[in-house]
């Protein structure tokens, strides 16, 4: 005979279903409606003087990001500030991923969507995020992601994910790497304490569009892309990371080319 479930077994179900389904509202307000300008534009005007002033923000490099098109803007994580501190960069909205626990209050929720976030679970491999960021790069706008996927101090940068190199092989977007240094002494319990805080921008790195995107051409992209983030960190004054761990998906990569030495060919043609 079939069990029936108990309304106490059906209720976590549920609820998981109404939470998955006001994530993808969120994600569809970021591609209908975009970032609602009155109040984007009013933050900022406020949080700009602020940055300037109180934490003696210094931006480098800004002259190396295009004014219009699709844009990846490619950073380290350290602090809950890094997204406004990155969008500080340009002239123009920018959308960025939220960890999905940040829009479980209502007016939160709808306060981060309205500056231009959308969530991202980042326990699994959030496909609908990646799909919510391409559409948002494929019309022309800016999307910041955070490769590491989450807060990393002190020290080195952390190891990053590949989902930055995939973004950019499927829009061909280009990636501006950034580094932002400062952040994270910013923040003691409730205290924000001055700091001064240091933004640099590299030049932007094209690549093109493949075929397919493979994971092994996603992990090598990727790899590029931190490498020059990691030389704006270290040129700020950031704890260099140890060599061994500067090239972890191409280290990875190596080892699949020697186990399947065909790869490479196939690589190469998906590239061209």
Known sequence: MRA???????????????DRADLAAFRERALARGVNPFLYWA???LL???FFIYFRMQRIG???????GALLLAANHRSFLDPFVVGMLVRRPVYFMAKRELFEKRWQAWLLSALGAFPVDRGARDAAAMRTARAILERGDCVVIFPEGTRVRPGPLGAPRRGIGRLALETAAPVAPIAVIGTEDVRRGWRIRPRKVRVRVGRPLRFPLPERASPTLAAGVTERIWACVNLQWEWLGGVPAPRDDLQPAAAASARRRRAHPDSRARERAHAA
């Open 4 to 18: 029936v479930r108990s309304p106490q077994q059906h209720a976590p179900q549920a609820a998981h279903r109404a």
């Open 62 to 68: 800004r002259e190396h990001l295009p004014r219009r």
């Open 43 to 45: 933050v900022r005007a």
């Open 48 to 50: 700009q003087p602020a």
